[in-house]
């Protein structure tokens, strides 16, 4: 949870896209009480909704650059989607930024780290300008977290090895709020090479450590778990989900 928008009332607020399902709610508060009733008045429109197939993720790309050259990536998609920038190198010699259809940056990054979740502002296409910072290489890939992302199944283990080592994967899975998700790391020998990062719907993370530690959480609707390698060390990946009720008091458990 947090705070999308927020001003006087006397503003606009603009325009905001809402990065999932579920309720929201426009409180309006006074912040005085030296005064007597305020009356006040608003409306909430509708503008848009999400519209359109993604095309261009999930794609490796790799090359050469210069200082100052600009390579440029085309992809499309529709407004909310959540999308990943996945470095594959942690020695690129290029910057990053994400232009929308109006031509507002999305976000702008070194491609030596990772970086994200975002959420497309708007239906449409949109440019990667891959920026060379000296000589040197780039090796990436931009990912949409709802088709390049594997959807897992509480209680099923899933075995996995990142390569190139830097790569990170994703496993989606849908939850109930006051849900309580156990993750079961079952690589031991991962104390290091592998980090693992839990985001709620909204790209908030709601828990991460390295990859050889389980995790117990609670009070569910969470998205996406994301494995990242953090050295040039081949990881391989051995993890479990479970979801679980909640105790009563009083139970009796034989």
């Not at 709601?206 to 995790?215: E, G, P, T």
């Amino acid at each position: 949870n947090g705070v999308m928008l927020s001003g006087n009332i006397l503003s606009h607020l603009g325009e905001v896209t809402l990065p999932s399902s579920g309720v929201y709610a426009l409180v309006v508060s006074g912040t005085s009480d030296l005064i007597g009733g305020l009356a006040y008045q608003f409306s909430v429109s509708l503008i848009s909704s999400a519209s359109g197939s993604p095309s261009g993720f999930g794609a490796v790309h790799s090359g050469d650059t210069t200082l100052d050259q600009t390579n440029t990536f085309a992809y499309s998609g529709p407004a909310g989607r959540p999308i990943f920038f996945d470095a594959l190198t942690n020695n690129s010699t290029t910057s990053v930024r994400l232009i929308d259809p109006n031509g507002d940056v999305v976000f702008w990054a070194s491609s030596s780290y990772d970086a994200g979740p975002y959420f497309l502002p708007r239906n449409g296409s949109y440019t990667l300008e891959v920026v060379g910072i000296g000589d040197g290489s780039y090796h990436f890939r931009l990912l949409d977290l709802v088709s390049d992302s594997v959807s897992a199944t509480f209680g099923t283990t899933y075995t996995q090895s990142l390569t190139p080592p830097f790569r990170t994967d994703f496993y989606r899975f849908d939850a109930t709020n006051g849900q309580r998700i156990f993750y079961d790391a079952e690589s031991p020998a991962l104390i290091w090479e592998v980090y693992q990062t839990f985001y709620s719907p909204q790209g908030s993370v709601v828990a991460s450590s390295h990859a050889s530690i389980d995790l117990f959480l609670g009070n569910g609707d969470l998205l996406v778990l994301g494995i990242l390698a953090q050295d040039e060390r081949q990881a391989h990946v051995l993890l479990r989900l479970f979801v679980g009720g909640r105790l009563q008091f009083g139970q009796v458990f034989l």
